[in-house]
């Protein structure tokens, strides 16, 4: 069974909107390859085995932006289908509390940070847009 589904169910996903400081001024993007040229969008990944939502999205933010990070509270949920595959993925707003290095790896090309402005002009995808403002507007 691959990791983030239990059998029958979705594939299981989290991540996080990671805010550089507590003044949200900039926020962590990532770049992939995977199905469009220099696609834009929020880092998030499935969920291991016998792994929570929460870790999951502190994991997945380290290994795809280099950041240790702190979930701050709830962002949204999205879900989708890849192929013919329903996908949930949980969001987190998050802050960084140390930036390492990042590392290009297979799925992330480059990674970034981003003024929210600039976000809502780069993301691929309308729903992680979605999700940026409602986190904006709850500020």
Not at 43 to 51: I, N, Q, T
Not at 69 to 91: C, N, Q, S, T
Not at 96 to 124: N, Q
């Amino acid at each position: 069974m691959p990791s983030g589904s239990k059998a029958g169910g979705p594939v299981r996903a989290a991540g996080g909107i990671v805010w550089r400081d507590r003044g949200r001024r900039e926020l962590a993007v990532i770049y992939r390859d995977r199905y469009v040229p220099s696609e834009c969008c929020l880092p998030k990944g499935k969920l291991d085995p016998a792994e929570g939502w929460e870790q999951a999205a502190v994991r997945e933010v380290l290994e795809e932006t280099g950041c240790e990070a702190e979930i701050a509270g709830f962002a949204g949920l999205l879900h989708y289908h890849v192929g013919d595959r329903p996908k949930v993925v949980v969001y987190f707003d998050m802050f960084a509390v140390a930036e390492g290095a990042f590392r290009p790896s297979e799925e992330v090309i480059r990674m970034t940070w981003l003024k929210p402005a600039e976000a809502l002009d780069e993301l691929a995808h309308e729903g992680e847009r979605e999700l940026l403002r409602g986190c904006l507007e709850r500020m």
